[in-house]
């Protein structure tokens, strides 16, 4: 159970780190507004001002070397924050989550896992469209 306990923990905070690191940056001006990529720490994230983590999240993936669709795709977000987006990852992810269907459907799993990381980010300070959100 810890390995999970630590996928949920670690996607949280990499994208709470993300969006806090670009807000301190470019509060400061000391920076592009966009995060480095998230080093999988596995602190618990801590609730912080409403933060744009759309236009955040938009900035980091235009610099990417990649072509990643965060909006839609729990892969490219979690690739995106440097994070380990494998099946077996998003598994242990969606058993911390209590994902309650079937794991082995993947693209079922990775449209409720992605909703659930949205979730998660706004319920952290992250100001997150609505769409991507329950």
């Known amino acids: 159970m810890a390995a999970t306990a630590t996928a949920t923990t670690t996607v949280t905070a990499a994208a709470t780190t993300a969006v806090a690191a670009a807000t301190t940056e470019t509060a400061r001006g000391t920076g592009s507004g966009t995060a480095p990529a998230a080093t999988g720490s596995a602190a618990a994230p801590t609730p912080m001002a409403e933060v744009d983590v759309e236009r955040l999240?938009?900035?980091?993936?235009?610099?990417?070397?990649?072509?990643?669709?965060?909006?839609?795709?729990?892969?490219?977000?979690?690739?995106?924050?440097?994070?380990?987006?494998?099946?077996?990852?998003?598994?242990?992810l969606a058993q911390e989550l209590h994902y309650t269907g079937d794991t082995n459907d993947s693209a079922a799993m990775n449209v409720w896992l992605h909703r659930q990381v949205m979730n998660k980010v706004a319920a952290n300070g992250g100001k997150v469209p609505a769409d991507l959100r329950e």
Not at 66 to 77: A, G, P, Q
């Open 57 to 92: 999240l938009n900035d980091m993936a235009q610099k990417s070397p990649e072509k990643l669709n965060w909006r839609t795709s729990i892969v490219d977000l979690m690739k995106l924050l440097g994070l380990d987006s494998s099946l077996t990852a998003r598994k242990e």
